[in-house]
């Protein structure tokens, strides 16, 4: 019986896909666009910015170290809470031919988050801690967001 409503699930999913293709590569390339804008951004930033996203980053971190007092619960709360809100203005937005390119610059837009944020973890952090850093902080998390962010604006469009 569980087998039976996956298997529709996937199938709906693959149809639903296989439906809106040139929709989801679409989407999925602004939002790759914003990943590499916001590596760009980092690499050709000049010595006294990069200097500056340096001190920060690397004062957060040895915050974090020194409290050590990290609540899992609010942050798991406010992550939840902000991404469900965005689902919802993205949901919202995609409703009015107005909205949708709102939606492709938002999608763009978390793209380039991501890509700075990368960035800035790798030349704070060095290659091997950064690497690590990013698989440890951003990969679950973004396992799930990025598929939901993007099959949102895909449904919208």
């Known amino acids: 019986m569980k087998k039976n409503k996956k298997n529709i699930i996937k199938n709906i999913v693959l149809q639903h896909i296989l439906n809106n293709k040139k929709e989801y590569i679409i989407i999925t390339l602004m939002f790759i666009i914003?990943?590499?804008?916001?590596?760009?951004?980092?690499?050709?930033?000049?010595?006294?910015?990069?200097?500056?996203?340096t001190k920060y980053f690397s004062s957060s971190i040895n915050e974090l170290k020194q409290n050590g007092n990290i609540q899992s619960m609010t942050i798991l709360k406010d992550s939840?809470?902000?991404?469900?809100?965005?689902?919802?203005?993205?949901?919202?937005?995609?409703?009015?031919?107005?909205?949708?390119?709102?939606?492709?610059?938002?999608?763009?837009?978390?793209?380039?988050?991501?890509?700075?944020?990368i960035s800035t973890s790798i030349l704070?952090?060095?290659?091997?801690?950064?690497?690590?850093?990013?698989?440890?902080?951003?990969?679950?998390h973004n396992i799930f967001f990025i598929p939901a962010i993007i099959a949102i604006g895909v449904s919208r469009i």
């Not at 914003?34 to 996203?53: C, H």
């Not at 965005?86 to 763009?108: D, E, M, R």
């Open 124 to 140: 704070t952090l060095g290659n091997t801690k950064g690497t690590t850093f990013i698989l440890s902080s951003l990969l679950l």
């Open 80 to 117: 939840i809470t902000k991404n469900v809100a965005l689902a919802i203005i993205l949901w919202f937005l995609g409703t009015t031919i107005i909205g949708i390119p709102i939606v492709i610059g938002i999608i763009t837009y978390r793209g380039f988050c991501l890509g700075y944020t």
């Open 34 to 53: 914003g990943i590499f804008l916001g590596v760009f951004f980092v690499n050709n930033l000049d010595e006294s910015k990069i200097e500056e996203v």
